[in-house]
């Protein structure tokens, strides 16, 4: 097994389950990622979110608009003045997205056994007969017996608000889809998911570069989050477009979110500055039996090529919930001890009932599960996977490191006015 290795022995172990937890001054090691919009884009809310943990600000751009956005940005910035907290932002791009844009906003009820039409034509009016999609190509790229999810949750979490289809046939442009469960679909967009079936659309695409253009040269975004990314010639457009807009310092997450990704994964990691393990789509590609294989196996190689591994959709029950269960609080901390670097929170903070509480319990997990995590054991396996020779920036880093293990020290600190140094 790849993952972290518990640090003390079994009586050690129990006794820390009966201990009330006490938590350091430490900032965590594991960061949190959360999404801002409807319920979490006030001032005030934003303060609370960043006092509770939340290090990093996500601004997902497959839904609304710029001004939108800029308008939660400018509260985020009123915020971390406020609380006296630094918060890096990350710019999420559409990507090869399919979605139903369902302007009415009205609640659409899909029964089992029934049939919905699936159609390209922007003109028809969503229901539950027919639900326009905007893919011209979807009759092209699926055939009898493939499955379609649509939803907020694609099927990998509440299912009543999700709905998985089955094609049964083609007329021209539109699909013939069987309904596999009962559903509601509600809200503004429902995006949609084709299991194991490649989409002929661009993954970095031209609204994408409007965005970056504007919204991203802007307000110098930390992170972007490449979505749907398939191949390492994704990260290399993507970094060639940033380098035209002075973005060179901004660095590229790759969201690995489909089988096709997943294929490619080692060459998309030694291009991209991090990988964001998109665990929605991706869940719905894999087996179920699959899934921990895939994030294990990957967290791993992220680690051991030294770049930063972020998980996603581990508390979707937050949304309606002010706890998690305990199969996803369990997640969390596995992630953890898998070395897991972050953990992206998406529709818990986004459109959630309780985002701050699903800041501060993920990252009371993470800081419980950070306690027992085998740093000591890590870095040796890293230092091995590494070998010889080393380059002298690292030999030092190195022996900074080695030399904190062994004195147990609380950090390290690298004086530093731009952030160079530290790399």
């Not at 022995?9 to 001054?25: D, G, I, Q």
């Not at 999700?162 to 539109?174: A, M």
């Not at 990252?363 to 419980?368: H, N």
Request: hydrophobic share 40%; net charge negative; aromatic share 6%.
């Amino acid at each position: 097994m790849q993952g972290g290795h518990i640090a003390f022995e079994e009586p050690v172990r129990l006794s820390s389950v009966l201990t009330p937890s006490t938590f350091s001054s430490i900032p965590l090691l594991t960061k949190i990622v959360g999404t801002l919009g409807p319920r979490s884009r006030s001032v005030e809310t934003i303060e609370a979110c960043l006092q509770a943990g939340m290090s990093v600000a996500r601004f997902d751009f497959s839904w609304l608009d710029g001004d939108y956005h800029q308008e939660t940005l400018e509260n985020l910035r009123i915020a971390v003045k406020n609380v006296k907290k630094l918060c890096a932002v990350m710019l999420d791009t559409m990507g090869a997205e399919l979605q139903v844009c369902n302007a009415t906003g009205n609640p659409i009820k899909l029964k089992a056994d029934d049939h919905v039409t699936i159609t390209p034509d922007a003109s028809k009016i969503p229901s539950a007969e027919v639900l326009p999609v905007n893919y011209d190509g979807l009759a092209e790229s699926v055939k009898k017996g493939d499955s379609i999810f649509l939803g907020q949750y694609l099927s990998t979490g509440i299912e009543s608000t999700s709905v998985w289809l089955e094609v049964l046939e083609t007329r021209g442009p539109d699909v013939i889809c069987l309904v596999k469960n009962s559903a509601t679909l509600a809200g503004s967009i429902f995006p949609m998911h084709m299991s194991q079936v490649r989409v002929k659309l661009p993954t970095l695409t031209e609204m994408d570069k409007q965005v970056i253009s504007n919204w991203g040269s802007r307000n110098k975004v930390e992170f972007i989050a490449l979505s749907y990314t398939r191949h390492v010639e994704d990260v290399r457009e993507l970094r060639a477009f940033l380098k035209t807009q002075n973005l060179n310092e901004t660095q590229i997450f790759a969201k690995v979110e489909t089988l096709e990704g997943l294929k490619h994964f080692d060459e998309i990691l030694q291009e991209a500055d991090g990988v964001i393990l998109s665990r929605g789509n991706l869940g719905v590609d894999l087996p179920p039996e699959k899934v921990f294989l895939f994030q294990k196996s990957a967290v791993h190689r992220c680690n051991m090529a030294g770049k930063p591994a972020i998980i996603t959709r581990v508390v979707d029950s937050m949304t309606e919930n002010l706890r998690p269960t305990r199969a996803e609080a369990t997640d969390v901390a596995n992630a953890v001890l898998d070395g897991a670097d972050g953990i992206l929170l998406g529709p818990e903070t986004l459109c959630g009932l309780y985002p701050i509480e699903a800041i501060r319990i993920v990252g009371k997990i993470c800081a419980e599960a950070e306690s027992v995590y085998n740093q000591s054991l890590h870095f040796k396996r890293i230092l091995k996977h590494v070998g010889e020779p080393m380059s002298h920036a690292e030999s030092v880093a190195s022996s900074a490191v080695r030399t904190a293990v062994k004195v147990n020290a609380a950090m390290i600190v690298a004086f530093t006015s731009a952030g160079g140094a530290p790399r």
